[in-house]
């Protein structure tokens, strides 16, 4: 079973950045629509950016401009680069995977703490 596995999380000050990793051993990005969501404590989780089979490129509203998720399909990674680090980024952060067939495949999450 296709298993993405999220690296990159840490904690950092506010104003820095970070840059997360998704790879899936076995398994191509090409043809597959993938995301990047958050679920911070007490809170539900909640979508983040997306990229769809074709390359478009989706994000949530109140990260716009800050974030910016990208795909090397070559690598099967998908990264998610996240600049001007504030406390409410604070949260783990999940990888998706849908499939072609429509199959979905979540990741164990990394853990992102921004520190003031």
């Known amino acids: 079973q296709v298993q993405p596995v999220e690296s990159g999380g840490g904690l950092v000050q506010v104003g820095e950045s970070l840059r997360l990793s998704c790879a899936a051993s076995g398994w191509t990005f090409r043809g597959s629509e993938m995301g990047w969501y958050r679920q911070a404590p007490g809170k539900q989780r909640e979508f983040v950016a997306s990229?769809?089979?074709?390359?478009?490129?989706n994000y949530s509203d109140s990260l716009k401009g800050r974030f910016t998720i990208s795909r090397d399909i070559a690598r099967n990674t998908a990264f998610l680069q996240m600049n001007n680090l504030k406390p409410e980024d604070t949260g783990v952060y999940y990888c998706?995977?849908?499939?072609?067939?429509?199959?979905?495949?979540w990741g164990q999450g990394t853990q992102v703490t921004v520190s003031s």
């Open positions: 990229i769809s089979r074709g390359g478009s490129l």
């Open positions: 998706k995977i849908v499939s072609v067939s429509g199959s979905t495949y």
